[in-house]
């Protein structure tokens, strides 16, 4: 998110200072290190939990367009980079991997088939494909059927042009382009504290994380893109928009393999169905991954709690955001989500058998010598007021800016990092409203679409995603 937003103001305003400050030794090691994510590129072409059915059996994809949408704006905006040659490579950060979901069981297979019609004949999911034929299915992903009980109804859908990405790969580059183009990255370099000064501007206290003197430095602008961090420091600001938010950690585990073989027989993201009563956090998928031009599978994920908000945080993080103005809604929120709560405590008591069982149920002859444990990013839940004034868990994400648009920041987890072009355009709106009329020339240029959405353009659409695709080179 940092990153985005540094690049899109480094555009705009070339003549304006830029400082990064990194508390760890280096970049893209947390959130967006691609072994402590999906990397799925979210765009709602596998992801079920973005299609729920409603009471009266039909399917409600409004949230899958709308992530499809903004994953779009994403890919525009890596497409100027690289067609400017201020990003190398883009196969180093995006690749082909195609999105399938795969259900079993009849009500599920129901389930399937009635969000392929709900979305089939939508510009943005044109071209998905539908099958119940086992024979169909293992042409597509050839682990999945063998060993599976024949007389099982199954059915997956399949989009040919999904990709996977390895966001910490797009975060390193897009800092790089930054830092050779003047802005300066402190690495081991902790914010500890943020103070508006009279003028309007922002102090920040910044303390070296292996020594040295604390230092202090100003700013006019302040973007707080912390990760499980942000909540902290948008505390430590003091700012009235940031009164109010709690945090819930969760912790997560996948099983990761790297034999040539195994991998070789999986190319795909596969996203299966949450089981009744788990949240959207749950759902399991066997994902192809692509880090360093090597292909790997990851599956999960576990889930897991602690009260670290980073994964190299400290165990007092949670204790450390409890306010007066936020215990009642991180209360209610608790006593409204018995369910993650039973869920959470269940993930931590299966045994390990137990939890290979459930790859098993993807990949029927997996065998346990070929895959290990892998701890994945720490996740934050925004906990905010309801309009009641108690408390709700989100699973999204929520911007915070102050009234005077001086600060900002992002708190929540998924969709995550395939929206933080979009994100970041709103930032950009919220806390730069009088620079936007003349900046708008260069944002239509960086995102030809921007303002307006392809779902209602279908030629549009299908223009814009071949363009992507052809310049990031994920065309097949």
């Known amino acids: 998110m940092s990153a985005t937003l540094g690049a899109f103001l480094k555009q705009l305003q070339p003549d304006w200072s830029i400082q990064i400050f990194e508390r760890l030794g280096g970049t893209a090691l947390e959130s967006s290190n691609p072994w402590n994510n999906a990397g799925t590129g979210h765009s709602a072409l596998c992801e079920l939990n973005y299609t729920p059915e409603r009471a009266d059996g039909t399917i409600d994809i409004a949230s899958a367009v709308k992530v499809n949408e903004q994953f779009q704006v994403s890919r525009q905006f890596w497409s100027y980079l690289v067609d400017k040659n201020l990003l190398p490579d883009p196969q180093a950060f995006i690749n082909p991997v195609p999105h399938m979901s795969f259900v079993w069981g009849e009500k599920n297979v129901e389930y399937l088939r009635k969000r392929h019609e709900a979305l089939a004949g939508h510009p943005l999911f044109a071209g998905m494909e539908y099958s119940e034929d086992p024979a169909v299915i293992r042409s597509w992903v050839p682990a999945m059927i063998p060993g599976r009980t024949k007389s099982q109804p199954i059915a997956a859908t399949r989009f040919e042009k999904g990709t996977d990405v390895d966001f910490g790969a797009l975060t390193r ?21 943020l103070r508006r000064q009279k003028d309007g501007t922002w102090r920040l206290h910044v303390r070296h994380e292996v020594g040295g003197t604390p230092v202090t430095v100003d700013a006019r602008f302040v973007f707080v893109g912390a990760g499980g961090g942000a909540l902290t420091l948008l505390q430590k600001s003091g700012i009235e928009e940031a009164r109010g938010f709690g945090g819930f950690p969760v912790s997560g ?17 596969v996203y299966g ?41 400290s165990w007092f993080d949670l204790f450390e955001t409890i306010r007066f103005h936020n215990l009642i809604p991180m209360l209610a929120a608790g006593l409204s989500n018995l369910d993650l709560v039973r869920y959470l405590i269940g993930q931590l008591i299966a045994r390990p058998s137990t939890k290979f069982t459930a790859l098993q149920e993807f990949m029927p002859t997996a065998d346990p010598k070929d895959w290990y444990k892998i701890t994945a990013g720490q996740r934050v839940q925004v906990i905010k007021k309801d309009a009641k004034k108690r408390g709700v868990l989100q699973f999204g994400t929520e911007v915070i800016t102050s009234a005077d648009g ?33 900046w708008t ?11 307006r959405k392809l779902s209602d353009d279908p030629a549009l659409a299908e223009k814009t995603v071949a363009a992507t695709q052809k310049a990031l080179a994920i065309a097949r």
Request: proline fraction near 8%; charge should be neutral.
């Open 173 to 193: 580059d897009l800092l790089g382009y930054l830092t050779s183009n003047g802005a300066k990255l402190h690495l081991e370099q902790k914010v500890t504290g």
């Open 406 to 438: 001086s600060i900002a920041g992002l708190l929540g987890a998924s969709p995550g990092a395939s929206t933080a072009v979009p994100i970041m355009l709103d930032v950009l709106e919220r806390c730069f409203p009088d620079r936007i009329e003349s």
């Open 441 to 451: 020339p260069q944002l239509k240029a960086m995102v030809p679409t921007w303002g």
């Open 253 to 269: 585990e996948f099983l990761r393999t790297d034999n040539p073989e195994v991998v070789a027989r999986h190319h795909a993201k």
């Open 273 to 313: 169905k949450a089981a009744v009563g788990s949240p959207p956090m749950s759902v399991p998928h066997l994902d192809t991954r692509i880090v360093d031009g090597q292909a790997s599978l990851m599956f999960g994920p576990y889930a897991g709690f602690n009260t670290k908000f980073l994964k190299t945080g």
